[in-house]
């Protein structure tokens, strides 16, 4: 006949799966105190929106402050047309203490351009803004003026510090058939978040 016993300080399976569930639950604890940022795309392609301020940096880019934004179609394809808006919807996930991220939007154009007013031709411009962590944020480009009318491929791109968060190439197409979507009542639209 056996006898089960179990002396002071003995490993028991008990106890061996209790301290592996703390061990797990620990790095678990770890790895989300360590999550870098991330960054998702929910949704990208052509949009509408109202345009209620606009503002010129420095190298002659308009910054618009828009209001009632509409996502009216998913595509890659952009037909080359005066005031037609394309972009992305996005949402960030990370450690931040307060809930708010200090990104970086880079928009690299498909070739060099000098808008009027730029000290020297431009491939790209950056602008740093601050997203909310877990909300549905916006980043675009319109059409504004005729120096922005480009074909080819333009990038837009999410970074913080440095680090790429998120990418979405755009084809500018010159298709003078091409239709521009409009606003219905099939439209997803939405207002930005102030911070």
């Not at 109202?50 to 509409?70: K, L, P, R």
């Not at 919807?89 to 450690?95: K, L, T």
Request: aromatic letters at 10%; a neutral charge; one cysteine or more.
């Amino acid at each position: 006949m056996r006898t089960k016993f179990a002396q002071a300080g003995a490993v028991t399976p008990i106890r061996m799966v209790a301290a592996f569930a703390l061990v797990l639950g620990l790095a678990i604890v770890s790895a989300r105190a360590v999550e870098p940022t991330r960054v998702e795309i929910v949704e990208h392609g052509i949009y509408t929106l109202d345009i209620d301020a606009t503002t010129h940096d420095a190298n002659g880019i308009g910054q618009n402050q828009v209001s009632n934004i509409c996502h009216v179609s998913t595509t890659t394809m952009i037909p080359m047309k005066p005031t037609l808006t394309f972009g992305f919807r996005y949402r960030v996930w990370g450690p931040s203490t307060d809930g708010i991220e200090r990104l970086t939007k880079v928009v690299t154009f498909p070739t060099e351009v000098t808008p009027p007013g730029a000290p020297k031709p431009l491939k790209s411009y950056a602008e740093v803004f601050s997203a909310r962590i877990g909300v549905v944020g916006y980043i675009g480009y319109g059409f504004d003026e005729p120096w922005e009318l480009m074909r080819g491929i333009w990038t837009f791109q999410l970074f913080q510090r440095g680090r790429l968060l998120a990418e979405q190439n755009f084809t500018i197409v010159d298709d003078p058939q091409a239709t521009v979507p409009r606003r219905d009542s099939g439209s997803n639209c939405f207002q930005m978040s102030s911070l």
